[in-house]
């Protein structure tokens, strides 16, 4: 779902920086690595948009849980 809606936006005319915790390949917008887990990540992560962009317009968080079992369980 994460990857359909950033490929909307940049559908859409609008840059895009995905996030995932795993390489991000085969986009044609940027992408960065980083676990959300890990506080350094995040720093290092901050860093990076501050020093490559001006500002962020839109931030979506598509962050997901799997609990190993069907919904309906």
Same mark, same amino acid.
């Given at each position: 779902?994460?990857?359909?809606?950033?490929?909307?936006?940049h559908?859409?005319?609008?840059?895009?920086?995905?996030?995932? +915790?795993?390489?991000?390949?085969?986009?044609?917008?940027?992408?960065? +690595?980083?676990?959300?887990?890990?506080k350094?990540?995040?720093?290092?992560?901050?860093?990076?948009? +501050?020093? +490559?962009?001006?500002?962020?317009?839109?931030?979506?968080?598509?962050?997901?849980?799997?609990?190993?079992?069907?919904?309906?369980?």
């Amino acid at each position: 779902m994460g990857r359909a809606i950033a490929d909307a936006f940049h559908q859409a005319g609008t840059e895009v920086l995905a996030i995932d +915790k795993l390489d991000i390949l085969g986009r044609s917008y940027d992408s960065y +690595k980083c676990n959300i887990e890990n506080k350094e990540d995040i720093y290092d992560l901050v860093e990076y948009c +501050k020093d +490559k962009y001006d500002k962020i317009d839109i931030l979506i968080n598509n962050a997901g849980v799997g609990f190993g079992h069907d919904l309906l369980d």
